[in-house]
């Protein structure tokens, strides 16, 4: 998986209804907000590094859905009403699945999702 693919990805997870609304600007927001912090996205790239498996990633993402802020805000419409991080688990594993066993460039391009996706909620934001 390139990092154009990559990109594709986030670009589909920016579609998604509610994004925009899900999304909080601030570093420093609230404890108690509905909304993710778009700073949570580069803080998991930076785990990714650490990481020793993909897995570590998805059950820090249950995890923070479980958790709540904003994580566990459900998508309506072609989402079925899932909850984004349950969502966000899908596109992990789509990354996956296109290096079979090869942790190091899997935990690379989760990385690098997250990376872009702290980007693109920028982006959105900033509108």
């Known amino acids: 998986m390139n990092k154009k693919e990559i990109i594709e990805l986030v670009e589909e997870v920016a579609s998604i209804n509610n994004f925009c609304e899900i999304i909080e600007n601030k570093d420093n927001k609230s404890r108690n907000s509905k909304k993710i912090g778009t700073s949570q996205f580069r803080d998991i790239a930076n785990m990714c590094k650490n990481a020793d498996c993909s897995e570590e990633i998805k059950l820090l993402i249950q995890y923070k859905t479980t958790k709540g802020n904003g994580w566990n805000n459900k998508i309506p419409n072609k989402n079925n009403g899932k909850k984004f991080g349950n969502i966000?688990?899908?596109?992990i594993e789509k990354?996956?699945?296109?290096?079979?066993?090869?942790?190091?460039?899997?935990?690379d391009a989760i990385s690098k999702f997250f990376g872009y996706l702290f980007w693109k909620?920028?982006?959105v934001k900033s509108k």
């Open 95 to 107: 990354i996956e699945v296109k290096f079979d066993k090869d942790e190091k460039s899997k935990l």
């Open 88 to 91: 966000i688990v899908d596109y």
């Open 121 to 123: 909620a920028k982006v």
